[in-house]
């Protein structure tokens, strides 16, 4: 495998799934086989991108304390986000 095949199927993941979170059908265990996606050829793409903390799809997120922090992070981000709009609408 030469790293112009993994880019190329990035953009394609990118492109068709949204996300880039695919991987070589020979490399995968039982569990990751029953995760949703569509397999063309040698490669499965997910139909749900992947949790940075434990390298699962997001509905299958183990909740471990890195991931947990991860979301805590989100969450505020977005805490913050609405909060600011409800300043700028209160006027
Ligand atoms: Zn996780």
Redo the contacts with the bound molecule.
């Keep these: 495998m030469s790293e112009d095949s993994t880019e190329a199927i990035d953009d394609y993941s990118l492109n068709t799934y949204g996300h880039t979170n695919w991987a070589y059908v020979s490399t995968l265990d039982d569990e990751q086989k029953s995760w949703a996606g569509t397999i063309e050829g040698e490669v499965k793409y997910y139909h749900e991108d992947k949790?940075w903390?434990?390298d699962?799809i997001i509905s299958k997120?183990?909740?471990?304390d890195y991931?947990k922090e991860i979301n805590k992070v989100e969450e505020e981000e977005e805490i913050l986000a609405q909060n600011h709009l409800r300043k700028w609408g209160d006027g």
Excluded: A, I, P, R
């Design positions: 949790c903390g434990c699962m997120c183990e909740d471990s991931c």
